[in-house]
């Protein structure tokens, strides 16, 4: 069994991640969530502490690690961002770490899952595809967002993928070659 760090930012499809979070622990993964603050309004961090049965971080300072950015990053064997807003994508892309999730994606040297979920347009836009390009020539991994209608309304290309797309890609990252 793999440990499994997962990271929610702020987009709408947070809520899918605790079908996500579910399923990894009935998987008998270990589970351990970080969300931005932008989550946290969307989704409750105690939604996810039920699931995962462990605490949510959100924040460095005032943690009951001193160390929660590099710890996090020791101790799990898998990083998936789901869901991945425009923004996380951005700020992974160009090393910005000015949260726990985005300084946790620096410090983590084993793979890290991007699921990018936005409006259309903003998936469209040039400067997001060339996000996505560095971070794939950075050695992550996309699992790339769907075609249909998003919350907002619109269709096309941005809904999240599913959550059981989700977690075969995590499982065919963790489980040993043969
Ligand atoms: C109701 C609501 C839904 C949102 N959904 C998305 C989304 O699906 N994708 C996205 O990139 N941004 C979305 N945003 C905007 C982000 O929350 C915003 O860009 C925020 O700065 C992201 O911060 P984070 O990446 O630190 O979580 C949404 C905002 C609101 C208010």
């Known amino acids: 069994m793999a440990e499994i760090l997962v990271g ?12 996500i979070v579910s399923q990894l622990r009935q998987m008998e993964h270990g589970v351990s969530v970080v969300m931005t603050e932008s989550a946290t309004e969307l989704v409750g961090k105690s939604t996810f502490e039920a699931l995962s049965g462990r605490p949510v971080r959100t924040a460095f300072f005032g943690s009951d690690r001193i160390h ?5 990053a020791r101790e799990s064997d898998l990083f998936c961002i789901a869901p991945a807003t425009a923004n996380i994508l951005s700020k992974a892309a160009n090393g910005i770490a000015d949260d726990l999730l ?10 890290v899952l ?7 347009s903003m998936w469209n836009k040039p400067v997001i595809q060339n996000n996505v390009q560095k971070l794939i020539e950075f050695g992550a991994t996309i699992i790339y967002p769907e075609f249909g209608r998003t919350s907002c309304g619109e269709v ?4 999240m993928a599913a959550p059981e797309s989700i977690i075969k890609e995590i499982e065919k ?5 043969k």
């Open 8 to 19: 929610v930012t702020g987009g709408i499809a947070a809520y899918k991640t605790a079908i």
């Open 68 to 72: 929660v950015h590099i710890d996090l």
């Open 102 to 111: 985005s300084t946790l994606i620096l410090s983590f040297d084993k793979p």
């Open 114 to 120: 991007f699921a990018p979920a936005m409006n259309p």
């Open 156 to 159: 096309g290309v941005g809904r």
């Open 173 to 177: 990252k963790i489980s040993p070659k």
